[in-house]
């Protein structure tokens, strides 16, 4: 198992940046693949970004694509979410999550195993 701890959320203005980070506890964290969702209120979870065990492969929403990035320390076991250039229509609570999906990294809910209780992010224009 793993436990994920994500921090880092508040508010900003529209045009401003956040870093989220998730603090992973108990396995190996490059046992997992890691993830990324986010939900507003009144709306479904839906998937931001993941990456790989090793990093090698990321995938993005259109909406966050060139404007969010992913990255992960294993050694640290540690995942952050970098946002820039933020619009209020970001405004949600992000979950970080974790796969044990070998290959790739998914973006469907489905595919994550492990989730944390979610860090909230609030984008005013």
């Known amino acids: 198992q793993v436990q994920l701890v994500e921090s880092g959320g508040g508010l900003v203005q529209a045009g401003g940046s956040l870093r989220l980070s998730c603090a992973a506890s108990?396995?190996?964290?490059?046992?997992?693949?890691m993830g990324w969702f986010r939900q507003a209120p009144g709306k479904e979870r839906e998937f931001v970004a993941a990456i790989s065990r090793s990093a090698g492969v990321t995938n993005y929403a259109d909406s966050v694509n060139g404007r969010f990035t992913i990255s992960r320390d294993n050694a640290k076991k540690m995942v952050d979410l970098q946002m820039n250039s933020l619009k209020p229509e970001d405004t949600a609570i992000y979950y970080c999550?974790?796969?044990?999906?070998?290959?790739?990294?998914?973006?469907?809910?489905?595919?994550?195993?492990?989730w944390g209780q979610g860090t909230q992010v609030t984008v005013s224009s």
């Open positions: 999550s974790a796969t044990t999906t070998i290959v790739g990294a998914p973006t469907r809910i489905r595919a994550y195993d492990y």
């Open positions: 108990g396995r190996t964290l490059s046992d997992f693949g």
